[in-house]
């Protein structure tokens, strides 16, 4: 970890459990991606990957980002009633990394699959407001993907990257999929075939 740092590189890990969170929190990590509890085996007890408001508090304290990939439990969890066991966990440490502040990015940590998949995903459980689920989506993602640009904000001075879409998304969250123009760094992004 000292040596990315030092390199001004930052770490992400990958966890599992909630004391993965804990220790990853505790080592340094700049970014964990999955939410502990993506995959629950039967055999083991829920409180195991339930985030604690202490780890919580830590986590917004040192500006750690978390990428959601609840996706990845629907994708793989063939049995009704596990998944939703790992969905209510998943929407429970969802909702209180949200409430300490933690940075929460939109991704789903599979090759074939957009953020949309999993933004849809996330709008679909009713884990956040179709306004709070945007922000995380267009402000939060983008800074965490990108650190060292103004990217993720309307402002003078920031990169002129946006969506217009059809209509809006705080209403009906499924305009997200109806895109009318693409800007990219202040042009015009023309898409053959549309």
């Given at each position: 970890?000292?040596?990315?740092?030092k390199a001004n590189l930052r770490v992400?890990?990958?966890?599992?459990?909630?004391?993965?969170?804990?220790?990853?929190?505790?080592?340094?990590?700049?970014?964990?991606?999955?939410?502990?509890?993506?995959?629950?085996?039967?055999?083991?007890?829920?409180?195991?990957?339930?985030?604690?408001?202490?780890?919580?508090?830590?986590?917004?304290?040192?500006?750690?980002?978390?990428?959601?990939?609840?996706?990845?439990?629907?994708?793989?969890?063939?049995?009704?009633?596990?998944?939703?066991?790992?969905?209510?966990?998943?929407?429970?440490?969802?909702?209180?990394?949200?409430?300490?502040?933690?940075?929460?990015?939109?991704?789903?940590?599979?090759?074939?699959?957009?953020?949309?998949?999993?933004?849809?995903?996330?709008?679909?459980?009713?884990?956040?407001?179709?306004?709070?689920l945007l922000k995380l989506w267009?402000?939060?993602?983008?800074?965490?993907?990108?650190?060292?640009?103004?990217?993720?904000?309307?402002?003078?001075?920031?990169?002129?990257?946006?969506?217009?879409?059809?209509?809006?998304?705080?209403?009906?969250?499924?305009?997200?999929?109806?895109?009318?123009?693409?800007?990219?760094?202040?042009?015009?992004?023309?898409?053959?075939?549309?």
């Amino acid at each position: 970890m000292g040596k990315a740092h030092k390199a001004n590189l930052r770490v992400s890990t990958h966890i599992e459990t909630a004391t993965d969170f804990h220790n990853a929190l505790s080592a340094g990590v700049d970014e964990i991606n999955h939410l502990p509890g993506y995959n629950i085996p039967a055999s083991k007890q829920v409180s195991d990957y339930e985030i604690s408001e202490q780890d919580a508090q830590l986590a917004a304290r040192r500006g750690l980002i978390v990428v959601t990939t609840t996706l990845l439990s629907k994708l793989r969890e063939k049995n009704e009633a596990r998944l939703m066991l790992i969905q209510e966990n998943q929407i429970r440490n969802l909702r209180l990394l949200h409430k300490h502040g933690v940075k929460i990015a939109i991704g789903t940590d599979s090759y074939d699959l957009t953020s949309l998949a999993e933004a849809t995903h996330l709008n679909g459980m009713g884990v956040f407001d179709n306004l709070t689920l945007l922000k995380l989506w267009c402000e939060t993602t983008p800074k965490a993907i990108f650190p060292n640009r103004r990217v993720g904000q309307l402002e003078q001075g920031s990169e002129a990257s946006f969506l217009v879409l059809n209509g809006n998304p705080v209403e009906n969250f499924e305009y997200v999929k109806g895109i009318k123009m693409r800007v990219k760094q202040g042009r015009i992004i023309r898409l053959e075939n549309r």
